[in-house]
Nanobody
Framework: QVQMVESGGGLVQAGGSLRLSCTAS????????MGWFRQAPGKEREGVAC????????YYSDSVKGRFTISRDNAKNTLYLQMNSLKPEDTAMYYC??????????????????WGQGTQVTVSS
C-alpha cells in the first residue's frame, strides 16, 4: 500500500530554519508530482510548494517565495522542504502529497491522490 511519512517538524524561533522530509513507498515515486501543503487551525489548506517529476519545474506560494525550497531525490523516494527565515505565520501542520497531474501554475490539492499524516511546525516570536 502507498505510504507517505513526513518528518522534521518541530518548534523553532522566528528567523530560524527547518528541513522537512517525506519518504514515500508503494508507488512509482519518479512518475508523480509531489507537493507540500499546510493547514492551520480554522484556516483552509494551502498549497505551499510543488515539484514536477524530475524536479525541473516548481511552484511556490507567494508567501514563501525566496524563503522555502522544495526538492526531491527520486533515488531515495524522498521529498524535502527547506524552510529558512521562518515566521510565526508559517505555523501549521505540513503535509506531503503525491499526484499524477502537474498543474504548472499552482498546487491544487484535488490533483493529489496520496497524503501523509502531517508534521507540525511551530514558529515562536
Amino acid at each position: 500500500q502507498v505510504q507517505m511519512v513526513e518528518s522534521g517538524g518541530g518548534l523553532v524561533q522566528a528567523g530560524g530554519s527547518l528541513r522537512l522530509s517525506c519518504t514515500a513507498s508503494g508507488l512509482a515515486f519518479e512518475n508523480y508530482a509531489m507537493g507540500w501543503f499546510r493547514q492551520a487551525p480554522g484556516k483552509e489548506r494551502e498549497g505551499v510548494a510543488c515539484i514536477k517529476w524530475s524536479g525541473s519545474s516548481t511552484y511556490y506560494s507567494d508567501s514563501v517565495k525566496g524563503r522555502f525550497t522544495i526538492s526531491r531525490d527520486n533515488a531515495k523516494n524522498t521529498l524535502y522542504l527547506q524552510m529558512n527565515s521562518l515566521k510565526p505565520e508559517d505555523t501549521a501542520m505540513y503535509y506531503c502529497a503525491a499526484g499524477p497531474v502537474w498543474t504548472g501554475g499552482t498546487c491544487t490539492a484535488g490533483n493529489y491522490n496520496f497524503w501523509g499524516q502531517g508534521t507540525q511546525v511551530t514558529v515562536s516570536s
